[in-house]
């Protein structure tokens, strides 16, 4: 597995660190960095579920709909 770019603008963050963003790796899938709200997330809708190797991150909306135009185009 390889990170091939970031997409959507860079995130303003403290630090550099506990950054959410959207990451494409080198298959064409994605990757999330946000809070991990695994532990807090009890009740998901029924059709949904967490096995134990994913966790629920939180991605700010703002961060999805930046990347959107880069996700659609491919």
Known sequence: MKFLRRLGPPVAC????SCPDVLLLDDGDLAVIGLDLTA????????????????????????????LPEIIQG
Request: hydrophobic share 40%; glycine share 10%.
């Open 14 to 17: 403290s630090g550099g660190r």
């Open 40 to 67: 807090e997330a009890a009740s998901l809708p029924p059709d949904a579920g967490c096995a134990p190797n994913e966790r629920i991150v939180r991605l700010p909306r703002s961060i999805l709909l930046a990347a």
